[in-house]
């Protein structure tokens, strides 16, 4: 079976997939110094404990954070006897292309979210991840990643405000009540709430516009549903989007190895 390793600036996802579907989906913090036998020993309790029977042989790896990539390729080597497969790195494979300019590196979520995107609803296509930052990447109608917007997270503006500011409290992000708050917290998460969902429509709104055609808005992240309950900005939610790239791109890699 397939590990999907899955590296965020936060937190990192690890899914178990059986070649149709994923059984087992687990997420820890994002920790450079964790080690190998760290990783298999917290990964095999959980198993253990969901009485998950999984045989790993292949594992593919998706990583913001470049120096957890060795101790991950240790855990694929030592444990499952296999050389796992990182995307960014020159033997992995995308379906689709990047069209950047020269010498730009695309973060590798990014990529495998272009790929997911194009594989699930075709082309010309804007995807909009909510993570430690909020990204925009635009997929061409052939699939092909050519380029998008970054702006800072929800929960790091709002930890910033926080840390900038010694009279702020930190606060969750929600929906207000009324646009005008009467306390301290209500202005903050109105101003963070109402900032945001005016910032993704006029993100998506100028990229329509400058690509001058119908174009899809894909999000995923968990914070979505909060933001689209208010106004129908996107068309599609998938929570498992960049899981779901990274089987494909496992997929075309062995594909192409059997050839």
């Known amino acids: ?33 964790r ?18 029977e999984a045989v790993i042989t292949e594992v593919i790896v998706s990583a913001t954070v470049p120096r957890v990539v060795f101790n991950l390729r240790v855990l694929a080597d030592r444990y499952f006897n296999c050389r796992a497969l990182v995307v960014g790195k020159p033997d992995c494979l995308l379906p689709v292309d990047v ?17 997911a995107g194009h594989d699930m609803f075709g082309g010309d296509l804007i995807v909009v991840d909510f993570g430690t930052a909020t990204t925009f990447d ?22 910033a ?3 900038a500011a010694a009279a702020l409290p930190h606060v969750d992000i929600s929906k207000p009540l009324k646009v005008v708050g009467t306390n301290t917290v209500a202005c903050m998460q109105s101003g963070i709430f109402w900032g945001y969902l005016g910032l993704v429509k006029e993100i998506c709104a100028r990229i329509k516009a400058e690509r ?10 968990g914070l979505a549903p909060l933001f689209q309950q208010t106004e129908p900005i996107f068309d599609v939610w998938e929570d498992n989007l960049t899981m779901h790239g990274l089987t494909v791109i496992h997929r075309y890699n062995k594909d192409i190895q059997a050839r």
């Open 35 to 52: 080690t190998a036998d760290q990783y298999y020993v917290w990964l095999s309790t959980l198993m253990k404990f969901r009485d998950v």
């Open 99 to 115: 069209r950047v300019d020269l010498g730009t590196a695309v973060g590798p979520d990014r990529l495998v979210n272009t790929v």
């Open 161 to 163: 405000l926080h840390n």
């Open 1 to 33: 079976m397939l590990l999907a390793i899955d590296c965020g600036n936060t937190n990192t996802v690890f899914s178990i997939w059986n070649g149709t579907e994923f059984i087992a989906t687990w997420r820890t913090s994002t920790e450079w110094r």
């Open 212 to 221: 001058d055609r119908p174009m899809r808005i894909i999000a995923t992240g």
């Open 138 to 159: 635009v997929v061409a109608g052939d699939g092909a990643y050519i380029g998008g917007v970054i702006a800072p997270g929800v929960n790091l503006s709002l930890e």
